[in-house]
Each structure stands twice: as structure tokens, then as C-alpha cells.
């Protein structure tokens, strides 16, 4: 996937805080903040386990934070939200006994990264047919793209729950808006012979015809 949680964390600070679906809650317990680095002091599951690693996003007495390192079952390097994925961490104060969670929202990414991939004419794997993933070479510049149409699917299904005119449907609605207007500027540079070098540029608001 181009996207992580840490980029809906970017775009939306909320998020977070404002949807929870229990299937989705990696982490539940307790933890120590110490010089940037959380540990767990209680949990139900440890952050291996869990599948805890750079680019998701933890909740410390409900503030999220970024992961930006996993360094045991138990810990993780942790930073406030950067001004981009390659700034120098901001550590957050220290503190102990805080509640921590860390929430997922990889389902709706994944959702999105299929269709950023079929919009681009592009399998999710390689084919004798087509093109796979890996042909794109500059997926970090697609993260955006994905990271809107994640944030549609997440409050688009909040919304439904609370119903037309509130808070959470007008968001999904939002980014939906928000979503159709990346993909109309968003470029995929593609390579088509396997070399490890664009040779191509593809864009979403092309209809792809594949002859049978």
C-alpha cells in the first residue's frame, strides 16, 4: 500500500479519536512514555503480535502520536506528528500509566489501494497479462490519493450510522469531494519493461481499454 495510517493522521488529526470499531484495535492496555519510547506495562496484546511498526499511529491518554520505530514486543519509538515522513522526531513529554491504543484504519486503505491500482490500470500483483504494483515507482507520491479515499470510506461508513446532515456524514462527503479531485492531478510513473526506470506516466481520470 502507499498509504499508512500515519498519513489519514496527517490529513485528518481527528480521525483517531472521532472513529473506533473494536475489530480494528490492535493494542489495548497501559504504557510508560520514557525520552520518545512507549512500553507497555499492560496489554492484550504485544506490538509483534499485533503487527506494530512504523507508519501506524498510537494513542497515549487519547493524543495520537506516530510510531516510528518498532524496537520490542514491548516498545516503540513514538514522535508528535511530523511535518513530513523524513523530519526529525518531536518527542512527546513523558508519562506514566497512560492509557494506550493503537487503532488501525488498513481495511479502508486497502480497499483504496485496489482501486487506486484498477483506476490505473494496474493488477495488485504482476501477471503475464499486465503490469503489477511494483511497476510503480513513485508510490509515496500516491499516498495522498490513497489516504483521502481511505478517510471517505472511514466516515462515509461512520455517517451512515449517525445519518444524513451530521457531523460525520458531511466529513465523508467531504472527502469523497476531496478524493475525486486528487485523483484528477495525481500521476503514476510506471515502468513497463521491467527495468527499474519510468518509461510511462499514468493518471486516474483515464479509462484503461485492454484488448481481450
Known sequence: MFATDRDLLAIEPNVFNEVSW????????????DDGVLTLTTFDRDFVVAGVDAGHVVLVSNVAYEVLERVSATEVAVSRLRA???GAAIWPADVVGAGVEVRTFGPQVGV??????RLLGIEGSATPE???????????ALARVEALG???LVYAAAGSLS????ALWERGEMYRRRFAAERQTAAARVDTD???VADATRRMNVVWFVRG
Open 163 to 166: 445519518g444524513p446532515g451530521t
Open 194 to 196: 521491467g527495468d527499474g
Open 22 to 33: 473494536v475489530g480494528q484495535r490492535l493494542v489495548k492496555g497501559t504504557g510508560d512514555v
Open 112 to 117: 483504496t489501494h485496489d482501486l487506486v491500482l
Open 150 to 152: 481511505a478517510l471517505h
Open 84 to 86: 513530513s515522513v523524513d
Open 130 to 140: 499486465g503490469l503489477g504494483e511494483s511497476a510503480v515507482v513513485n508510490g509515496a
